[in-house]
């Protein structure tokens, strides 16, 4: 059995990865309180003594807004740490996957596929191209897009955010011109499995199976969930990122290399999440 030594186990993909291919591989989660990862002793002391045949590294600075007033201390997480892991990795001639996002696209000439050429617009993004930069071609470097499960009390995603809303009927705003790419993190982590088990120093996208505007997405969780439609409302993206960190606006992700897992859409992920509720 693979044993998978991980950062960001507890977060809100890594704690569902572990619940879901536990019977699979051996996790060896690897918390910010036991390894600071900007702390390049700590980690190589660390990772020296710890058995693993892959390093899943999936913690990261991501607050998106918060990292354009914190820049030093999220390109010291991102790209920094990302370092760390990585030489201590590679000095042990282990393995490694890193997590990156679709937000590496600026969002202009979509679609966005694993060879499309990465143009961030904003701190978080150029901190995680950055550490695309460092692990390139030694590592596998999977992109994820826009994470949503059934429930994890400790963080909301987009999905639970707006469900919340409509069910506490507070109106809410959709973008209807800008495309984002919802993706079921049981997709990724069965997308993953395949990939742990037949590694390569690749770039994949492990993305949801259409974009769609929040607008649409905002209506399919009010019909879905027998929400009140006219809660949402319509804002532009013009409009939305005014005086706020920027985001892609067509972030329209898709995978050329993806023939192992089929991933679902919003409204087949919205259904799954039905029945596990």
Same mark, same amino acid.
Not at 104 to 114: A, C, H, I, L, Q
């Given at each position: ?21 536990? %019977?699979?591989?051996? +996790? +060896? ?80 000439? *979509? ?8 143009? *961030? ?6 901190? %995680? ?32 955010? +707006? ?115």
């Amino acid at each position: 059995m693979l044993k998978i030594a991980l950062t960001g186990a507890d977060g809100l993909v890594g704690s569902r990865i572990i619940e879901l291919l536990n %019977k699979d591989f051996e +996790f +060896f989660p690897i918390p910010q309180t036991e390894m600071d990862i900007t702390d390049v002793d700590k980690v190589k002391n660390r990772l020296a003594e710890t058995d693993f045949d892959i390093f899943f590294h999936l913690a990261a600075y991501t607050n998106v807004a918060g990292a354009e007033t914190n820049k030093d201390i999220c390109f010291k997480i991102n790209r920094d740490g990302t370092k760390n892991i990585f030489d201590a990795v590679y000095s042990k001639g282990k393995k490694m996957v890193y997590i990156s996002t679709d937000f590496v696209f600026d969002g202009k000439t *979509p679609p966005y596929f694993e060879d499309s050429l990465p143009n *961030p617009i904003a701190v978080y993004a150029a901190s %995680k191209y950055e550490g695309e930069k460092i692990v390139r071609d030694k590592a596998m470097i999977v992109r994820i897009a826009y994470p949503y499960r059934a429930s994890f009390d400790i963080k909301k995603d987009f999905f639970r955010t +707006f469900k919340f809303y409509l069910e506490q009927k507070k109106p809410l705003s959709g973008i209807t011109d800008s495309l984002m790419t919802p993706t079921f993190i049981d997709d990724i982590a069965y997308g993953l499995k395949y990939l742990f088990n037949n590694y390569s120093t690749a770039i994949y996208h492990l993305v949801g199976a259409r974009s769609l505007s929040p607008y649409d997405a905002a209506l399919l969780v009010a019909e879905k969930f027998n929400l009140d439609k006219s809660l949402v409302g319509k804002t532009s993206y013009d409009e939305y990122v005014k005086g706020k960190a920027p985001l892609p606006k067509l972030a329209d992700i898709r995978s050329k290399k993806n023939n192992f897992w089929k991933m679902k859409s919003f409204e087949e992920g919205l259904e799954e999440i039905k029945k596990q509720l």
